[in-house]
Nanobody, 125 residues
């Protein structure tokens, strides 16, 4: 059974930082790209960042470029999202996801089969 468990969310002031973690189990972690998405109230789930299976390629939404960094630690079956210079508009539930199917766009949430339960990030102004 595949499980993705996010942690590291919380309440932070604008300009602050958080590091989200996503621990994976039940799949061959080193084989698959991983993605981070977020969903704010009354908004659709949106792409934040993704990392290729070997960490060689990184992908970011325009809103995340220069502030967020995605990384993976295969020895721990974990993917991270370091978020700096946080803004109130970053407030959302953040989800990690595993893209285990070969086809599909890394930026499209529909391309990911497995999802975590999400972790809340709240940025106060």
């Amino acid at each position: 059974q595949v499980q993705l468990v996010e942690s590291g969310g919380g309440l932070v002031q604008a300009g602050g930082s958080l590091r989200l973690s996503c621990a994976a189990s039940g799949l061959t972690f080193t084989t698959y790209p991983m993605g981070w998405f977020r969903q704010a109230p009354r908004k659709e789930r949106e792409f934040v960042a993704a990392i290729s299976w070997n960490g060689g390629r990184l992908y970011y939404a325009d809103s995340a470029k220069g502030r967020f960094t995605v990384s993976r630690e295969d020895a721990k079956n974990t993917v991270y999202l370091q978020m700096n210079t946080l803004k109130p508009e970053d407030t959302a539930v953040y989800y990690c996801a595993a893209k285990v199917d070969g086809s599909g766009d890394l930026l499209n949430p529909g391309s990911y089969r497995y999802w975590g339960q999400g972790t809340q990030v709240t940025v106060s102004s």
